[in-house]
């Protein structure tokens, strides 16, 4: 069968193709069948299931895939590579973003003018391929292209309802991003002009011969991406874009950008550290420890805006802040238990947070509530929702049985390893802060008294469709099973985690 | 002890760095300290530029000309390579910019003003 041998031999390209050419066509289907926009996203993602099992299947059996772009070989052309990182990323992206669009079929609905409804499944179709492409691409080039493709469309899903917060905060986005994207693209000169590589190995190979005569490049060039990546991953000091974005926009886009969009940036770091930069260049700059530096003040202090919100879905997004300050301090480790709890946070954060932020839109459609002080006694009316949404909290915190508790288990091991029992308490501390922002709505939820007798009416409460219920079963039923056996990601993880160190 | 003379000169070698990072902190301290939007997407684009001045004039050789090669002529040629990502480049940059001044259109529409701290000052008060 020749059609099955095409795909055989370029499912990871037509990964990515099917993405961009679905989300093209959906401004088409938008002016001719408006009512199949919806459904034609959701087969995408199922192609896109189709092409990812064969990946992994060949990666299983083969181990890593390296895909010419246009029958180019590597120097010269683009290459993509699946290796177990980035199918761990892939696997990861699909899932989520599938529940998180399955959701948005209705939510979407309700939040947007129909006008834009078809246009904002291009941007998000858009968006994940471009994930996906950060995901396999070995090329320095190639890698600012799907950037700023990337960049634009979640600008793009932000700024959709275009009221004032969502255009204030997209155009907020949109000039950290072009900061965070400059950065990049000049490291990327200050390598090309020494190595003479775009391709991600044949660069290694040559900065690696050239290391001693042009250390400041290489240095300047360490730099820029970190300030690059950091920026677009919204770690603390440069995290300014992230409360505004996803507390204004639509809540799928609020779920893909916190659960998704951060933490592709750290894997691509994470890549690029290990893979690209000499290792002999680590001990003339500290970069591990400036790592680990920001990763504590992110997660403490990501913790500490957390708990004065008012507003919850603005909670949730500083809660990321500081859980992506864990997937930083997995890196920073830089040993294998360390590495292993931060890609397992990625997954598990990506998860849980995607979880809580469709089960707070959940609420803002039936009931139309943002306050997080008018949730009193709203678990009972609310039952799947608040039931997802207590999974989701107990997993912030790390209690055992949810999947968070494994990843912070893996990170305070890694700590110990590495002998810096300073970010151990870190951990620790962040997991109470954790506590004291996230218990205390759902303690209010289910036993808060609602003030009914004020003679004010009672919350009205729409009834939850069931494509929103499913997603928000299903993430929660994820967290249960990966939090009590996490063995079937972590054969993943391991892999990839042997590769890398 | 520097000589300076030959500081000068190895300076005006590669101007066209010196001039491209001089540019990119013009765009840099435009974007980061101007409350007028507008003059944040100029210091965007001033930016864009001068990462782009910066990696073509990477693929430049001295008395170089432009690939094309003719039989039987022996002479230096640039590298285009760096030319023709750059190439993508300004198109993405020319996608940013007209994104982001739809979404200055946009915020005027709403806040009927372009200053950064004003658009603070109403966001502030009215909440």
Redesign the interface.
């Known amino acids: 069968m020749t059609f099955i041998n095409v795909i055989h031999a370029h499912s990871t390209v037509l990964l990515i193709v099917s993405f961009l050419l679905f989300s093209f066509l959906m401004p088409i289907l938008e002016r001719w069948k408006n009512s199949w926009c919806a459904t034609m996203a959701v087969a995408a993602h199922v192609l896109a299931f189709v092409f990812i099992g064969n990946l992994s299947w060949r990666v299983f059996t083969e181990g890593t895939i390296h895909y010419e772009l246009g029958g180019w070989s590597p120097p010269w052309g683009i290459e993509f590579v699946v290796d177990y990182l980035a199918l761990f990323m892939l696997i990861t992206i699909s899932t989520v973003s599938f529940l998180i669009l399955i959701f948005g079929t209705v939510d979407l609905t309700h939040e947007l003018k129909p006008k834009v409804l078809g246009l904002y499944y291009t941007l998000y179709l858009l968006l994940v391929g471009a994930m996906m492409g950060l995901a396999v691409t070995n090329d320095f080039?190639n890698m600012?292209?799907f950037m700023?493709i990337a960049?634009?469309s979640a600008?793009?899903i932000i700024?959709v309802k275009?009221?004032?917060e969502c255009?204030?905060a997209?155009?907020k986005y949109?000039?950290l991003s072009?900061?965070g994207t400059?950065c990049v693209?000049?490291s990327?000169?200050l390598l090309?002009?020494i190595g003479g590589h775009?391709n991600f190995a044949f660069a290694a190979a040559a900065i690696q011969d050239v290391a001693h005569i042009y250390p400041n490049n290489i240095l300047v060039a360490l730099a820029l991406f970190s300030v690059g990546f950091i920026v677009k991953a919204a770690l603390f000091p440069l995290h300014v874009w992230l409360p505004d974005a996803p507390s204004s926009a639509p809540s799928p886009s609020s779920a893909i950008l916190s659960g998704l969009v951060i933490k592709i940036y750290t894997v691509v770091y994470l890549k690029l550290l290990y893979k690209v930069f000499p290792i002999e260049l680590f001990d003339l700059l500290p970069v591990f420890d400036m790592i680990l530096i920001l990763s504590a003040l992110s997660i403490f202090f990501g913790s500490i805006f957390a708990i004065v919100q008012e507003d919850i879905k603005r909670m949730l997004a500083f809660s990321s802040i500081a859980q992506i300050g864990y997937v930083f301090l997995g890196i920073g480790l830089a040993n294998s238990t360390g590495l292993t709890g931060g890609l397992l946070h990625i997954f598990n954060h990506a998860m849980m947070k995607s979880m809580l932020f469709l089960s707070a839109g959940a609420i803002i459609y039936c009931t139309g509530i943002r306050k997080i002080d008018d949730l009193k006694g709203i678990g009972l009316k609310m039952p799947v929702v608040m039931g997802a949404f207590t999974i989701g909290a107990m997993a912030m915190v790390g209690i055992p049985t949810t999947n968070g508790f494994i990843s912070k288990l893996y990170l305070a091991l890694g700590t110990l390893d590495a002998n810096k029992h300073f970010y151990l308490a870190i951990i620790l501390i962040s997991s109470f802060l954790n506590c004291l922002y996230y218990f205390p709505i759902v303690i209010n939820a289910f036993f808060g008294e609602s003030e009914e007798e004020d003679g004010e009416e009672e919350i009205q409460v729409k009834k939850l469709p069931l494509r929103m219920s499913v997603p928000l079963i299903i993430l929660g039923a994820g967290c249960m099973i990966f939090g009590i056996f996490p063995k079937y990601i972590l054969v993943i993880i391991e892999r990839a985690v042997e590769m890398i160190l | 002890m520097i000589d300076f003379a030959d500081v000068a000169m190895r300076l005006f070698e590669n101007m066209y760095y010196l001039v491209s990072v001089i540019l990119?902190v013009i765009g840099?301290h435009t974007?980061l300290t101007h409350s007028n939007?507008i003059k944040?997407v100029i210091g965007?684009n001033i930016?864009?530029t001068a990462?782009f001045l910066?990696?073509v004039s990477?693929g430049y050789v001295q008395g170089g000309v432009a690939p094309i090669i003719e039989p039987g002529v022996e002479q230096a040629y640039i590298n285009p390579?760096?030319t023709a990502?750059i190439l993508?480049?300004i198109v993405?940059a020319v996608?940013?910019t007209a994104?982001?001044l739809s979404?200055?259109v946009?915020?005027y529409e709403?806040?009927g003003t372009l200053d950064a701290e004003e658009?603070m000052r109403i966001r502030s008060t009215e909440s």
């Open positions: 080039f600012f292209v700023e960049a634009i600008c793009g700024s275009s009221d004032r255009v204030e997209s155009f949109l000039m072009a900061v400059g693209l000049l990327v000169a090309y002009m775009l | 990119f840099f974007m939007l944040k965007m930016m864009d990462i910066f990696f990477t390579l760096p990502l993508t480049g993405v996608s940013v994104f982001a979404l200055v946009k915020i709403h806040y658009i």
